[in-house]
């Protein structure tokens, strides 16, 4: 298993650089600000910390596609770490976006 060190320090140093942009900058959602409404990523991070400190009905509340999506976000951008058939993987990435998906259109709808 060889691992590209430029690609994962780029991708690494990709994410702590949004993350910093996020931490600076007065807008938080760029899609609810220039659009008004709320994106499917809206509320993850509430979501996760309160999955953290075990409040279950708030994660559900801030945004219950939260844990699915950090999975298949890790999961995708470290699949070369786990020894199994690429269709298998590109499934559980697919399913993974799918589900996140049907969240943000249930919490459209219905919310």
Known sequence: MKV???????????????????????????????????CPTCGMTRAMLALARGDFPAYLEFNPAALPFV????????????PIDKRIKNAIIITGTICVVIVYIFEIIFV
């Open 71 to 82: 999975l298949v976000v890790l999961f995708a951008l470290h699949s070369k770490l786990f």
């Open 4 to 38: 590209n060190i430029k690609k994962f320090l780029g991708i690494h140093i990709a994410a702590l650089a949004a993350i910093a942009v996020y931490l600076v900058l007065p807008i938080k959602c760029p899609i609810k600000y220039f659009l008004g409404f709320e």
